[in-house]
């Protein structure tokens, strides 16, 4: 309090110029320290957001495109996922190529069952390794019509299992029914199907006769 009252009591006997000049030195001071404290500060913090702005932006583009990467690379996965699972609907039901072969056969034999077309044999052939899954065929023996060899192979395409005709070989001899009379193809046809069943080197894989 006695310094106050001694700088009060100093700075009335000042004269009004030198009280003046005194009041633009205090006020000098308070601009620079205000400057050097406050309005420096603030300005270099502005200067490095301004200038970390490109390198935000271009991590934004960065991310943005990583996102729609990511997005493509779930939407892919997805879509394989999708293959995947209709490609195992398709395999062949059956622990063993050999269960698989019988399956098959339960698979053909009604396609066969018809009144022009007469199974002379059906066997399984051995399995075959393909890839990470097993090939299962089947070999028939038949003697039907040129028509109703067509709906055997149209039914094959129909099936919900993945088959594919492996071999076919065909000729003609004789007729059968009555009038009018039809042409007797004898074909020998090979249909593979796949089984995730793991393949026994000791099967043969026959089938029934």
């Not at 702005?53 to 996965?77: H, N, S």
């Not at 269960?99 to 339960?106: D, Y």
């Not at 066997?123 to 070999?139: C, I």
């Not at 709906?151 to 076919?168: G, P, S």
Request: charged share 25%; with cysteine.
């Amino acid at each position: 309090m006695r310094a106050v009252h001694a700088f009060s009591s100093r700075f009335s006997a000042l004269a009004s110029r030198e009280k003046a000049l005194l009041a633009a030195c205090l006020l000098f001071v308070a601009v620079f320290s205000a400057a050097k404290w406050v309005v420096m500060p603030v300005r270099a913090e502005y200067a490095r957001n301004r200038a970390a702005i490109p390198a935000r932006r271009a991590m934004i583009v960065r991310y943005e495109a990583l996102r729609q990467g990511q997005g493509r690379l779930e939407e892919e996965r997805v879509d394989q996922v999708g293959r995947m699972e209709k490609w195992e609907g398709g395999l062949l039901v059956g622990e063993t190529p050999s269960a698989a072969g019988v399956f098959l056969q339960g698979i053909l034999k009604p396609l066969t069952q018809r009144p022009g077309t007469r199974v002379t044999s059906i066997r399984s052939l051995p399995p075959v390794k393909k890839g990470e899954y097993t090939e299962v065929a089947v070999q028939m023996e038949i003697q039907t019509s040129t028509e109703e060899l067509a709906l055997l192979l149209a039914d094959l395409t129909r099936q919900t299992k993945i088959l594919r005709v492996r071999k076919l070989s065909a000729y003609t001899g004789g007729s059968m029914g009555r009038a009018p009379r039809k042409e007797v193809v004898a074909v020998s046809l090979v249909v593979a199907g796949f089984s995730s069943a793991p393949l026994d080197e000791k099967s043969t894989g026959r089938g029934e006769e």
